[in-house]
């Protein structure tokens, strides 16, 4: 019985360094995107078969993307690790388990890769039955994060490569409870999914690991722009994800509730912009791990709001 026990323990230790390496709870939190963009569109809860398979392909795609960005990513991260050693954040949304765990030895190459595929299979194939432009969309998101990773000392451009991937799941989403949606809402989905990735993960990640990024002759924002500029970047960004989040609300077909409108910007202003401003009077490493870890709950928030709107 103990043996038992003790190979279990071990199962569940060994699944979670998987998970860690798919930075598993903050992949979690990205699903609300595609989930609040397919209610926002259609105004009501799609079918249970369209949900179930809606949560599954893109559980599986984030799973296999955040994945890939640690393959890929293999050798910057071992350099960090090298130069700065295993630096543990308690406050990092994405260390929950342990950072960089193929980078740390704690995976194989070989591990790392299968299970990145295995799930890439799987989103590949939930979005073909979704609809065929979710599998391309799923495609060129997944070309994207490598080249993202690929640019890190090339360009902070690589910035607009994140933004880009980051809004692939919520217009999917969209296309896989319509074929034929209006093209404006999409653009401001994009928009609104864009500029909170920029503002509340991308630039504020790069700000927490500013140092290191330095050492390793990163192409980042806050290296190029500097870190004062790059808190006005911050804020703006914050202020426009509210403007085009009050826009998208009042996009959706069935017309705004201003009560969810109203609880959504309490969100946005609370998870982004209040954090954003700190950031933007004091730029620090801890105000932008701050900043990254509320703004990851934005998209759920405003969620949460659209569920309970729809069953009130």
């Given amino acids: 019985m103990n043996t038992k026990l003790l190979a279990s323990q071990i199962s569940l230790s060994r699944l979670k360094v998987f998970f860690a390496l798919s930075r598993t709870p903050h992949g979690l939190l990205d699903m609300a995107t595609p989930a609040l963009g397919a209610l926002l569109w259609l105004g009501a809860l799609p079918p249970p078969a369209v949900i179930g398979l809606g949560l599954l392909t893109a559980f599986a795609g984030y799973t296999a993307v955040y994945a890939l960005n640690d393959v890929v990513d293999l050798r910057i991260d071992r350099e960090k690790i090298k130069r700065h050693g295993d630096r543990e954040r308690e406050y990092d949304l994405d260390a929950v388990y342990v950072r960089h765990p193929l980078a740390q030895k704690l995976l194989t190459i070989k591990e790392g890769v299968l299970w990145a595929a295995g799930w890439a299979l799987l989103a590949l194939i939930g979005a073909y039955k979704l609809n065929p432009a979710c599998a391309l969309i799923f495609v060129i998101g997944t070309l994207l994060e490598a080249l993202y990773c690929l640019l890190f000392k090339v360009s902070y451009l690589r910035t607009v490569v994140s933004g880009a991937v980051k809004t692939s799941g919520g217009i999917a989403a969209v296309l896989a409870v319509d074929p034929n949606p209006s093209f404006l809402f999409l653009f ?34 806050p290296l190029c722009f500097g870190l004062q500029r790059s808190g006005a970047i911050v804020f703006g960004t914050a202020l426009l994800s509210l403007v085009l989040n009050v826009l998208l609300f009042l996009l959706t077909p069935g017309g705004p509730s201003f009560l969810c409108l109203g609880l959504a910007l309490l969100c946005g202003g609370y998870l982004f912009l209040a954090p954003a401003y700190r950031l933007y009077q004091t730029p620090s490493s801890l105000q932008a791990a701050a900043l990254f870890n509320k703004a990851s709950y934005y998209p759920l928030s405003v969620l949460a709001v659209v569920i309970i709107g729809l069953l009130t």
């Fill in 188 to 221: 401001v989905l994009f928009l609104w999914i864009f500029f909170w990735e920029i503002g509340g993960q991308n630039v504020p990640n790069d700000l927490a690991d500013v140092e290191e990024d330095q050492q390793l002759a990163a192409k980042t924002i």
